[in-house]
């Protein structure tokens, strides 16, 4: 596995408060996603300029809070919660600043877009979470073949040599 360096800055101690981690950590995983996120934005905005009521201004809302909320979730390492909180202000920002534009407008389709496309990345991380939570958890059961008045069947392994008491006379 290719280990990537890592850049570790101390936080301010009024934000340290706020999180899990005490620094900033700079490392591609920690980047990606704020990559992916800048290069969306760029290529929606080169080739869907035209703004209010694209067919597809809902998905690419969709899409960009799903990647903000991840972005701010995997750079600052905080909870997902405040996550999802901050990308979801800020979706709600940008709608009431739309509204004082010219040739915009505030759309509370948009804003619920931006909620789903938070939502989604949140249920996504809780379920990858839990699912990590439930395999760490999990222990292997050993089998009571007895009690259901079973016997486990003798196997050979890879030597080719049968195994104690399988009932194959060996060939001596």
């Avoid at 509204?99 to 809780?126: C, Q």
């Amino acid at each position: 596995m290719v280990r990537f360096p890592v850049f570790r800055f101390k936080l301010p101690a009024f934000v340290q408060d706020r999180i899990d981690r005490h620094y900033l950590d700079i490392s591609m995983s920690r980047l990606l996603p704020l990559v992916i996120l800048i290069s969306f934005g760029v290529l929606v905005g080169l080739v869907f300029n035209t703004g209010v009521s694209h067919p597809y201004d809902k998905v690419i809302h969709i899409g960009f809070f799903a990647l903000l909320t991840l972005s701010i979730h995997a750079l600052f390492c905080c909870r997902l919660r405040i996550s999802a909180v901050v990308a979801f202000a800020m979706g709600l920002a940008g709608e009431v600043v739309q509204g004082f534009l010219p040739h915009h407008e505030m759309s509370l389709p948009d804003a619920f877009a931006n909620g789903i496309g938070v939502t989604l990345v949140v249920a996504l991380i809780a379920l990858i979470r839990s699912e990590a939570r439930q395999a760490v958890k999990d222990t292997p059961e050993e089998l009571d073949f007895s009690g259901m008045g079973l016997e486990p069947v003798p196997t050979r392994y890879l030597s080719g040599a049968p195994s104690e008491g399988s009932g194959v006379p060996s060939e001596k």
